[in-house]
């Protein structure tokens, strides 16, 4: 399991007895609350565990504590571990002996049923509860207040620490899980039925994604390379115009001449070609056509379809042809949504990265003097062609006109 952090407080005699206690901790996630304990007597918070016992398995440990605190039951089956905690201190009941405790950290999941809860002298005596909090970076603040308040301070001060580690993992795991959970929902949608295929987008990802890594996250630009001033990431990018081309697709009520599997495989490989021009200089979207090409034929899709798709990614930089009353609906959808990502909101926050990518010391008037100059004619010129494309351009465009106001009136006297 990997190491967290240690918590030494070096006040033991260093060549007293070591007294080992293993223990193991949940955190416990459930419609959007964790689970933890509450101290009545210290007011700090931590999460349900305990000591592991003899025999005992660190699983078992948690599942038994988790249990004997709390009155509910973890599933088994969603035990992922988090990491491990190292503390060493004086050991309050044997002061001559060094207390060394192996803290493992679980995520998991628990049921609804309940059962009555059986604590421990100490926990009675400390006046433990279960509760449900919003949010866990909130309890560093309260265990930080804690800290001089009578308990055991190596204690709080872990959890505190741990607080504030869970919180992040807990953040990034449901995001991952709604995106993994958006690209499984996008093979459930309404199918082409042009061949048997079942197209396999979390594969293509994965595939585009590793062919993508080492621009994956680029930073290296000089001054004018806009958004290659920061960490911004290729592969990032891909997805969010794969859903920038599924919310286009949804809200077009005329599917007509639009090939929606194609469009999604298209929208993932748009950019792969990036991997190659990126050393080469060469054209990114020309580039990208032969390893799409590579892909599909050799993961059955025929020839013919897996030329149309090339097209896709081919042309999808000729933005110039988006008024070509003939264009293909498909291309120009991949087009639109190309164009929607890095716009609205997420432009403001990307510009405000360069901005500060250029300037060490940039202020607020320098990201509004950016806004005027850079985001607001580029928001207003929209390069939309069809109504449901507009649609989310203006809704971007609205709140940017809306944020650069108020930002000129939040720095004016
Ligand atoms: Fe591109
Ligand atoms: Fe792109």
């Known amino acids: 399991m990997k190491e967290l952090f240690t918590i030494d407080t070096h006040d033991y005699n260093p060549d007293g007895r070591v007294h080992v206690r293993p223990s193991a901790r949940a955190i416990i996630e459930k419609n959007g609350r964790f689970l933890v304990m509450h101290s009545r007597k210290y007011d700090y918070y931590k999460f349900p565990g305990g000591g592991i016992e003899a025999g005992e398995t660190p699983e078992q440990a948690l599942i038994r504590e988790v249990r004997e605190e709390s009155g509910y039951f973890v599933k088994p089956e969603t035990i992922e571990e988090f990491g491990r905690v190292l503390r060493r201190n004086r050991d309050a009941k044997d002061p001559d002996a060094i207390f060394e405790q192996q803290n493992y950290y679980y995520f998991c999941e628990i049921g609804d049923e309940r059962v009555p809860i059986t604590q421990e002298d100490y926990e009675i005596e400390e006046g433990f509860e279960a509760v449900w909090v919003e949010c866990l970076f909130a309890l560093v603040r309260a265990n930080r207040h804690a800290l001089r308040s009578g308990g055991d301070p190596a204690l709080i001060e872990r959890e505190m620490r741990m607080f504030d580690l869970a919180d992040e993992a807990a953040r990034k795991r449901n995001f991952e899980r709604e995106e993994t959970q958006a690209i499984k929902a996008l093979s459930e949608r309404k199918k082409d039925d042009t061949d048997g295929i079942v197209p396999d987008y979390a594969d293509m990802l994965a595939f585009v994604g590793e062919t993508l890594e080492p621009v994956q996250t680029e930073g290296e630009g000089g001054v004018g390379a806009h958004k290659l001033e920061f960490g911004y990431s290729r592969f990032e990018h891909t997805k969010r115009v794969l859903g920038w081309a599924r919310r286009l697709y949804d809200r077009t009520p005329d599917k007509t001449g639009l090939r929606y599997e194609d469009l999604m495989i298209a929208t993932i490989f748009h950019d792969v070609g990036r991997a190659v021009s990126a050393v080469s200089g060469g054209d990114h979207a020309a580039e990208g056509a032969p390893i799409t090409r590579k892909y599909l034929l050799s993961h059955g899709y025929p020839e013919d379809r897996t030329e149309y798709i090339c097209g896709l990614v081919a042309d999808h930089s000729c933005k110039w042809r988006m008024t070509d009353p003939d264009i293909d609906r498909t291309l120009l959808m991949l087009m639109e949504a190309d164009l929607l990502d890095d716009m609205g909101v997420l432009g403001l926050v990307m510009d405000s990265m360069i901005v500060r990518g250029r300037k060490k010391n ?52």
């Not at 069809?386 to 650069?404: L, M, Q, S, Y």
């Open 362 to 413: 940039a202020t607020f008037y320098d990201c509004y003097n950016h806004y005027c100059r850079y985001t607001l004619p580029m928001q207003k010129h929209s390069p939309m062609v069809t109504p449901e494309g507009r649609f989310f351009w203006d809704e971007k465009t609205e709140i940017v006109e809306r944020f650069v106001e108020l930002l000129h009136r939040d720095i004016t006297i």
